[in-house]
């Protein structure tokens, strides 16, 4: 899914626009018990109920694609009979109303998340009837022919509210506060199936996670039999152990230079297009020879990009490149360049020292201080 894919599914999170037709949800506590659960229809819940959980299923669309969300294909084997995929079609299949695949749903959640404190699933199905579109991107309302039947997850953790003061209107005085246990926004969440090119494509589903360092890769495995992509950190690390590898004593500012300004470029390019620039090992290695590494060295590029990557591991761009900071460090300096000027960097020996030369242009400052 990409960003206008994500956005017209958020959007139907209001009244006026609801697909949703049930809810069921199962509040779990640290000892791993079920403590109450529920199934309704959704529209029978007053509305300011309504309005909160319609924040809680726009949170679990929100976030940067390739670091919060994660499109995520299922392997063929998953697919078949007993497989994950499968389940999930079943589930969505029974609209939730089949309580024993929706506790089997809750039973895999409560065995498998590691989690010692209270926490609350959510699960809803909906039948999106989506719109048909002119050619100029107009929705017209009366020109659908196809509906995206769906579910939703989401693991919310549940706190206790902190002991305070508060004013009780009724006996018109300042009071201890009541404590009491408070459903947060969604920590991991899942759409299933995917809405690609504004269809529903079964073979994948999108997953949400409010830190895009904490994936939770064995519980993804176990839930859905998806093994996530490496969190945006740890392709920019392995990104750039794989430059460094490469090099080895060739990697020199210029060169590291010219490789993101490369990356940089491809962002720019397709800026405008709604889905993330993926790279692919292939893409990867293009970029790396355009920017000047050396054949020879080129030759251990396959070898290190499936050590630190990953032989079909792909990498977002933005996850490795910044395209709004540019960042030298050394022990004691750190200096912090506009990527489009990063070609005023440059190394040379001045007086036996190799030294970081940057012409100085325009008006300078010192700690806010114009000086000459």
Partial sequence: ?????????????????????????????????????????????????????FDIFKKSLSGTLGKNLLNMEFP??????????EFLMKLRSSKLNDD???????????????????Y????????????????????MDDASDEIYDHIMGCICPVNLTDAGLSYNTVTDAIESRT????????????????????????????????????????????????????SAKNQKNSFNALVEETLEETCELETVVAIHEKLNEIIDAQKDEPDPVILTKSEVKRILEDSGVDNEKMEAFEDQYDLKAGETASMMAKNITSTRHFEVKTPDVVIHVDPLRSDLLETKIVDGKKCIVIPLEGDIEVNGIHVH
């Avoid at 690609?196 to 839930?223: A, C, K, Q, W």
């Fill in 1 to 53: 899914m990409n960003k206008k894919e994500v956005s017209e599914i958020k959007k139907l999170f209001k009244p006026e626009k609801c697909s949703i037709s049930r809810i069921c949800g199962c509040y779990v506590d640290g000892e791993k018990e079920k403590k109450a659960q529920f199934s309704r229809t959704f529209l029978s819940f007053p509305e300011e109920v309504m309005y909160k959980y």
């Fill in 76 to 85: 063929t084997e998953q697919e078949f009979e007993g497989g994950k995929q």
């Fill in 100 to 118: 024993s695949l929706v506790q089997e749903f809750y039973d895999h959640i409560i065995n498998t998340y590691d989690y010692s404190e209270n």
């Fill in 120 to 139: 609350y699933i959510i699960l809803i199905h909906a039948v999106y009837d989506i719109p048909g579109r002119t050619s100029d991107g107009l929705e």
């Fill in 179 to 230: 404590r009491d246990w408070l459903v947060q926004m969604p920590d991991y969440g899942f759409l299933f199936p995917l809405f690609n090119d504004r269809s529903s494509d079964i073979h994948g589903m999108l997953y949400y996670s409010r830190n895009p360092e904490m994936l939770r890769t064995e519980f993804v495995e176990e839930i859905f039999g998806c093994t996530p992509p490496l």
